[in-house]
């Protein structure tokens, strides 16, 4: 019983640098979300997919890109990364957005030096 | 813009005390309310409000939403040394692709 799994659990950038963050559920749940975390500030929302096909910007989108490859998988790619983007990042995922309680992924440590 | 103000920021209680932690909203389109707890790790789930005024408990916590103020309020009675965390409300709007929008978080810590 996976659940949201996250890859990778740590990683450090060079500023510059890009990658990808994968999350994968396997709840067959409709809607998918991506967070930060910074101390003192909760989670912010990055983006958010309802449905497979679908993306949409959260509170703070500049900087990243997202894919909803399928209705498993929705990952977040920082093309260049910046200091102001080392957080830890969280995936979530509930099964009808408004109606259900979304699940957590374990968190990205992402450190850009 | 849509709004989620937790209080108090922080709180340091002693075991056996009751706590009262808040949330208030300024969203437009709400459907439901949310809270979490974290511990270091990732958020857990605790309870779904979409009522106003029907109260949901479980054990020594419970919660209840008051739609016509906009707030929530989460009741830890009895607290324990494991109630440490932080406490996550978040909304869920409707339309638009059911927007999971959290607060700042309340961090408790009981002491013995």
């Known amino acids: 019983n996976a659940g949201v799994t996250q890859t990778p659990k740590f990683q450090v950038l060079k500023t510059g640098q890009s990658m990808t963050l994968q999350c994968a559920q396997d709840m067959n749940h409709n809607s998918m979300y991506w967070y930060r975390q910074d101390p003192g500030m909760g989670l912010r929302l990055i983006y958010y997919?309802?449905?497979?096909?679908?993306?949409d910007k959260g509170e703070v989108p500049n900087g990243y890109n997202v894919s909803r490859l399928n209705k498993r998988e929705f990952s977040l790619r920082l093309e260049s990364a910046a200091p102001s983007q080392t957080s830890v990042y969280f995936c979530a995922s509930s099964y009808r957005g408004g109606y259900t309680e979304a699940f957590f992924g374990q968190g990205t440590r992402l450190t850009v030096v | 813009e849509d709004k989620v103000v937790q209080s108090p920021l922080s709180l340091v209680v002693h075991e056996g005390d009751t706590v009262t932690l808040n949330c208030s909203y300024e969203v437009t389109n709400f459907r439901s309310l949310l809270w979490y707890k974290q511990e270091k790790k990732a958020p857990t789930f605790l309870f779904m409000l979409t009522s106003s005024g029907i109260e949901k408990k479980s054990g020594r916590l419970s919660s209840i939403l008051d739609k016509k103020e906009l707030f929530s309020i989460l009741n830890i009675t009895a607290t324990q040394t494991g109630d440490s965390a932080v406490y996550l409300c978040a909304v869920i709007l409707t339309g638009g692709g059911n927007k999971l929008t959290f607060g700042t978080g309340t961090q408790l810590k009981v002491e013995l």
């Open positions: 997919s309802a449905s497979e096909g679908t993306t």
